[in-house]
């Protein structure tokens, strides 16, 4: 029990209820979010949380921490992704089409300019950046 500061009444803390939140995780079956439609609902039911403001129970507090985190993390993979260098792109587009750097001759025009793309020794060029995505039929962009 706490006692307030302005009234001096005595007011009943909520106690967590383990089997309460139990209930609560069987009903709403909080999991790792994969699919935008899994986030909607996560969403749908964070907010409908959030909703209850004070009224909101410690286990629901708790739920709703626990969707946050999951909301927050699902939504830092889908929106922000993981940025590739230009190098690594290529590599990626060589592996998936059987390459090796002798078959990137005819872009690089030297086999040792390719050598030191491919190992990072040096940057890929706007001309080869453009000869790339002719190349393996891709958006400049990823090379740039």
Request: cysteine-free; hydrophobic content about 40%.
């Amino acid at each position: 029990m706490n006692i307030t500061a302005t009234s001096g009444k005595t007011i009943a803390k909520a106690k967590f209820n383990p089997k309460k939140y139990a209930g609560l995780l069987a009903e709403t079956l909080p999991e790792v979010i994969d699919t935008v439609s899994q986030n909607r609902r996560m969403i749908k039911i964070l907010d409908e949380l959030m909703d209850k403001g004070a009224k909101r129970t410690p286990e629901e507090t708790k739920l709703a921490r626990l969707l946050g985190r999951l909301i927050q993390d699902f939504e830092t993979r889908y929106y922000n992704p993981q940025k590739f260098t230009p190098r690594e792109i290529l590599i990626e587009l060589m592996e998936m089409n059987n390459l090796k750097q002798a078959d990137l001759l005819p872009v690089f025009g030297s086999s040792g300019i390719a050598s030191e793309v491919i190992n990072g020794k040096r940057e890929i060029s706007k001309a080869h950046a453009k000869a790339l995505a002719k190349f393996f039929s891709v958006s400049t962009d990823l090379f740039l």
